[in-house]
């Protein structure tokens, strides 16, 4: 059997895959293609000069030691780094980038000041002497990463958060979109980027808004025809933050006016940060050139948070408050209240706010008391895991079965069904549940809810299966 760069690299990725976190391996590796092999010298594929830069900074060893068993001791690994360019024009452009000459490769620097000794501008809106105006950033100062505690479900968003706050429009992760479900902190991690900007950087000017308010801002001026001055004043913006980004979905004249925004910031070494509740993949209604545009930085995912970073998130929130609590009231809190970091510091409030109110201990039984209380009021979100029991159990078989590479229409089908439940019950992304139901890809969970879909108005029995497993999922 010939060997070629695909046979080559696959044999790494089963190495790496074995010694990295899965997650790691989805986000870092699963995009990765194998292009050319000469000689000892392996030509790997990569989308972006982020991926490049963390890749080189992170994986370095682990790629030389899969790649050194492989081709030897003379083994070179070349990066060509392929994305569409600035201007939008189909043709990608390639640059090839040796290992011997790593270094070299640095991110450029873009400094534009602005002198902000004015007062604030009332109107956003007035060109004249615009750029001698200071304008307040919106931001709110309580959001930081001191408060924003790391885990394996938020470590990515954070990190790159952290380097885009050092060096704002000086990197790869631009722009830096940052998604997830509701309350898992994709508002306090924007929030905190633009406050760590404005401490290190004050002369920079920062904007943090919410894409309803920038839509009203744009239909307002649409109104008074000052559409260019909106425009003009977006553009002079050194780091925008744009909240909920999403809502952008179906309003052509706002995503027109954000593309030629986005581009003006992005061409000038400004810094975009967006935060919406759905991947660029999942987002409907949403311009392509505006989608192909949102993937040029880093898509970074805030997944639920596991037992342990939910330990220290209300540890750490009884610190700020000056509250102590036994360590076993606080694991049964974050063992039972596992859907986000909202719900769950709203639980430890009402269970302080019981405690001090009726003068009363805080014991486990109170806190049972509190947290049935709360996950009875609260809507529960449905985890892709149980849906997979749920499924699994109606059509009697095993969550490996379901999950197995067999083509059995039957077990198809439950698998479908799986996928289908999982995108309208879960906030997670297309990528995220096909990686969790039998790593598969988007586009097959994508075509699996479009057969359900059809199936449920053609076939009256597969009707039934999706009326009965429906049920058992809202209960």
Partial sequence: MSITAESVWNNCLEFIKDNIQPQAYKTWFEPIKAVKLADSALSIQVPSKFFYEWLEEHYVKILKVSLTKELGENAKLVYIIKMENTYGNKQPFT?????????????????????????????????????????????????????????????????????????????????????????????????????????????????????????????????KNNRNDFIHFYQIIDVLIIDDVQFLSGKSGTQDVFFHIFNHLHQNGKQVILTSDKAPVDMQDIEQRLLSRFKWGLSAELQNPDFETRVSILKNKLYRDGVEMPDDIIEFVAKNIKTNVRELEGAIISLIA???????????DLAR????????????????????????????????????????????????????????????????????????????????????????????????????????LSV
Wanted: proline share 4%; aromatic share 8%; charged share 25%.
């Fill in 95 to 223: 640059e090839r980038i040796p290992s011997s000459n790593r270094s070299s490769v640095k991110a450029q620097d873009v400094d534009i000041p602005l002198n902000n000794k004015n007062p604030e501008l009332r109107n956003p809106f007035v060109i004249p002497g615009i750029r001698n105006v200071k304008i307040e950033s919106q931001l709110n100062p309580n959001y930081s990463f001191e408060n924003f505690l790391e885990g394996d479900s938020n470590r990515l968003a954070r990190s790159a958060g952290l380097a885009v706050a050092n060096k704002p429009g000086g990197t790869s992760f631009n722009p830096l979109l940052i998604f997830g479900g509701v309350g898992l902190g994709k508002t306090h991690l924007a929030h905190a980027i633009g406050v760590d900007i404005k401490d290190k950087y004050p002369e920079k000017t920062v904007l943090y808004i919410s894409a309803e308010k920038f839509t009203q801002q744009y239909i307002d001026s649409v109104k």
């Fill in 354 to 364: 019981q405690s001090s109110f009726n003068k009363k201990e805080i014991t486990i």
């Fill in 369 to 472: 008391q509190i947290v049935e209380k709360f996950v009875k009021n609260t809507k529960r979100e449905v985890s892709i895991d149980y849906i997979q029991k749920v499924v699994s159990d109606y059509f009697q078989m095993d969550i490996d079965t379901l999950q197995s590479k067999t083509r059995k229409r039957h077990i198809v089908q439950a698998r479908q069904l799986a996928m289908f439940f999982a995108k309208k019950f879960t906030k997670a992304s297309l990528a995220s549940i096909g990686s969790q139901i039998g790593k598969r890809d988007h586009a097959t969970v994508l075509h699996a809810c479009k057969t359900v879909d059809n199936l449920s108005s053609t076939d009256k029995q597969f009707r039934k299966y999706v009326e009965d497993i429906s049920k058992k």
